[in-house]
């Protein structure tokens, strides 16, 4: 599960940025997480709070805003939506396509009071 | 332009709080961005030595390390070859290649699910390393977790033994996605299991288009010779 990993590499970036704008506590955490990102949100929202327990993020709100698949098919040359990898396209049966979202990881913003 | 968020758009609602002793600190920043700057690291190290680097992923027990003493035999000091090898616990890899004669470093994970390119970049500090040299780089047996971890190697090689099923690509389709080459290892136990090689590479293929496909049985040697002149080939081309 890389899940807590994850949430070892957000709070080493919470950490430098608390310390960049003088902050001592997180209210709110907003993520943004592709379902191609191969990270299971549920096992990230279980991993988080212990992670955090003894850090500035200790009982913040985790926000996850996901973020659609989408691809470019290279049959029908159109853009499409995937949920997932092994996803056929929808309008050509093909497999044949190229990511061009949702794979993303990151963090959006912190809102802190 | 949206001053929330900055995406060029100004037509849409954010849940904005707006309570005066709140603020809101945009970060915007790829979480996997520090081991990305040392897999670029890592990456920019090699190159500049002539090396090329090899992520061999796989689950638990697909004969990883049976595979690379095989092919460090065949390849008979044809270069100079180091093994880094990733396990959870014990040095056991790293003294099956030991006999070879290669120099390794063992990387124990412990609670950790995989190698990290910050480890990789410490490892390559440590191993006596050779310009131009082969390093291949055993991952910790999972088709999950490495997935997402780039060590800064020039490919990842996915290994799937035929004792583990066909559908191991569409299960597990982040590895596959990522993987340059699908060796199907242990090809001489076909005869005893239910294991369709063809419905694996289409399924490989479903994932990953791009991705190569080589057979082999390490333990009886067979098909060694073609995965050695793929290695050679990527050799060549990495002059």
């Known amino acids: ?113 | 332009m949206c001053g929330y968020c900055g995406c060029g758009q100004s037509d849409h609602q954010h849940e904005h709080h707006h309570e005066h002793d709140q603020r809101l600190i945009a970060i915007e920043q790829d979480i996997l961005a520090a081991n990305q700057d040392y897999a670029d690291k890592n990456r920019a190290y090699l190159s500049q030595r002539g090396m090329l680097a090899l992520n061999f992923v796989s689950s638990p027990g697909s004969g990883k390390t049976t595979l690379l003493v095989e092919t460090i035999r065949a390849l008979g000091g044809a270069y100079p070859i180091s093994v880094i090898e990733g396990d959870q616990q014990t040095d056991r890899d790293a003294q099956r290649i030991a006999e070879t004669g290669v120099s390794v470093l063992q990387i124990n994970t412990g609670k950790s699910c995989h190698l990290d390119a910050h480890r990789i970049g410490h490892a390559l500090q440590d191993l006596p390393l050779e310009d131009n040299s082969l390093v291949f780089i055993e991952n910790v047996g999972n088709l999950v977790c490495p997935a997402l971890f780039d060590l800064g190697e020039r490919a990842k090689v996915v290994i799937l033994s035929v004792t583990e099923g066909d559908d191991k690509p569409l299960k597990y389709p982040h590895m596959f996605d990522q993987a340059t080459l699908m060796i199907i290892n242990k090809i001489d136990l076909l005869p005893y299991v239910t294991f369709d090689v063809d419905a694996c590479v289409a399924y490989a293929k479903r994932i990953n288009p791009e991705i190569s496909v080589l057979k082999t049985a390490a333990t009886t040697g067979e098909g060694i010779d073609v995965w050695c002149d793929w290695l050679r080939m990527q050799k060549h081309n990495d002059r």
């Open chain 1, 1 to 113: 599960m890389h899940e807590f990993n994850i949430c070892l590499d957000i709070l080493n970036i919470l950490e430098a940025q608390a310390e960049q704008h003088q902050i001592h506590h997180i209210k709110t955490l907003t993520l943004a997480v592709g379902n191609l990102a191969g990270i299971e949100i549920d096992a990230l929202k279980f991993s988080f709070p212990i992670a955090a327990a003894k850090s500035i993020a200790k009982d913040c709100d985790l926000v996850i805003i996901p973020v659609e698949g989408r691809a470019h098919c290279s049959h029908c040359v159109d853009e499409i939506v995937i949920k997932s990898l092994w996803d056929a396209c929808p309008d050509c049966g093909n497999y044949d396509y190229e990511v061009t979202q949702g794979k993303e990881l990151k963090i959006r913003n912190m809102e802190v009071g």
